[in-house]
């Protein structure tokens, strides 16, 4: 993991429990809604990973999840939430640093953060 600890949230709410546990873990998450400005920020900040919420997100997970490889290989993208495109979730557990982890108990999504984040 990076010596950062601020997380990019793709499709977020500042408001919403995914970003309210990343906060109580220690991390620092920014909330963008538009892809465009998140890959902005991914080209001129450091961070510690992107977590993109689909249940939230407005455009689509896999084009900007294949942006940000494009942009860094290294950085771990974890893609919260199923989508109803089974052959997108096949691509993006294909693709290396990119997790995928469905919506569970906050207690189950906080130890997977910790798995993905601490040991990336």
């Keep these: 993991?990076?010596?950062s600890q601020?997380?990019?949230?793709?499709?977020?709410?500042?408001?919403s429990?995914?970003?309210e546990?990343?906060?109580?873990m220690g991390f620092v998450?920014?909330?963008?809604?538009?892809?465009?400005?998140?890959?902005?920020?991914?080209r001129h900040e450091k961070f510690a990973g992107v977590v993109v919420d689909r249940?939230?997100?407005e455009e689509d997970a896999l084009?900007?999840?294949?942006?940000?490889?494009d942009i860094d290989e290294e950085l771990p993208v974890i893609v919260v939430g199923n989508s109803v495109n089974e052959s997108e979730n096949e691509v993006l557990a294909n693709l290396d640093n990119t997790f995928l982890m469905h919506k569970?108990?906050?207690?189950?999504?906080?130890?997977?953060f910790e798995r993905i984040l601490r040991t990336s």
């Design 55 to 57: 249940g939230n997100l």
């Design 104 to 112: 569970t108990s906050e207690q189950k999504s906080h130890e997977e």
């Design 6 to 15: 601020a997380l990019l949230v793709l499709g977020g709410s500042e408001q």
């Design 63 to 69: 084009e900007f999840v294949l942006n940000v490889r």
């Design 21 to 24: 546990t990343l906060f109580d």
């Design 29 to 42: 998450p920014l909330v963008r809604k538009k892809m465009f400005r998140a890959l902005e920020m991914i």
């Design 1 to 3: 993991m990076s010596d």
């Design 17 to 19: 429990d995914l970003v």
